[in-house]
C-alpha cells in the first residue's frame, strides 16, 4: 500500500521502506508501536536498513529509525524493539544491547523492561565451538512516566492463554504476589 493521502490509515498495515513510511504519519498518533527492523547483515536487504558495513553505522540508521517512533508514539504510548544479534570474527557483537544503550541516551524514552523471547523450537545448526542462540530481546521504551500498562491484563491474559498441565507446583509465585498485595507500595514508581 503507497500512503500518499496524507491521512492516518486505520487497522491497516502498511508496507514499505520503514524510514520512508513512517514519516508520512502524524506526530503523536500512534498508542503502541511494536517493531522488528531487519537485523544487521542476517538478509540482502538491497540499499535498505541492515546492510550497512559496520555494527556502528546500523546502531545509527536504527537511532533514525527510534526517533521517527518517539515521534510518532503518543506521551502515553509505548514502543517495543525487537532485535537479534550477529556474530562477526566469531565474536558476539551485542547488536540489541548496544541499541538499548544507544536509544537511552538520546534522552527520549526510558528502558522499561527488557523482555526474553525464548524460541521453543530455534533454527537447528551445527556450530563446534558455540550453542545455537535460542533468546531474543524485546526492549520496552516509554515516552514519558505516564505511560499506559495494565499489568492485570497481561497477567489475565497469561494465565486464560496457557494450557492446563499438571504441574507439581502450582502455586510459583503467588506468595510473590500476595505479600506485593499486603504491602503498603503505591502502585506508582
Known amino acids: ?33 511494536i517493531t522488528s527492523p531487519p537485523y544487521f547483515q542476517q538478509r540482502d536487504y538491497g ?28 506521551n502515553d504510548g509505548n514502543i517495543v524493539f525487537n532485535i537479534g544479534d550477529k556474530y562477526q570474527d566469531r565474536s558476539l557483537l551485542l547488536v ?7 536509544a537511552t541516551e538520546t534522552g527520549l524514552v526510558r528502558l522499561v523492561n527488557e523482555i526474553t523471547w525464548v524460541k521453543k523450537n530455534p533454527t537447528p545448526r551445527q556450530f563446534s565451538r558455540r ?25 489475565a491474559e497469561t494465565h486464560v492463554s ?5 504441574k507439581s507446583n502450582t502455586n510459583i509465585g503467588q506468595r510473590y504476589f500476595q505479600l506485593i498485595d499486603e504491602s503498603d507500595l503505591s502502585e506508582s514508581i
Do not use: W
Open 96 to 102: 540489541p544491547y548496544r541499541f538499548a544503550l544507544a
Open 1 to 33: 500500500m503507497s500512503y500518499t493521502d496524507g491521512k492516518l490509515p486505520i487497522d491497516q498495515i502498511l508496507c514499505g521502506d520503514n524510514l520512508e513510511l513512517i514519516q508520512h504519519l502524524p506526530d503523536s498518533s500512534i498508542q503502541l508501536i
Open 162 to 166: 496457557q494450557p492446563s498441565k499438571k
Open 131 to 155: 550453542l545455537v542462540s535460542s533468546t531474543e530481546p524485546f526492549f520496552h521504551f516509554a515516552k514519558s512516566e505516564n505511560y499506559f500498562y495494565n499489568p492485570k491484563a497481561f497477567l
Open 47 to 74: 540499499d535498505g536498513m541492515g546492510n550497512e558495513t559496520n555494527v556502528n553505522g546500523y546502531i545509527d540508521k536504527l537511532i533514525c529509525l527510534f526517533r521517527e517512533c518517539v515521534r510518532v508514539v503518543n
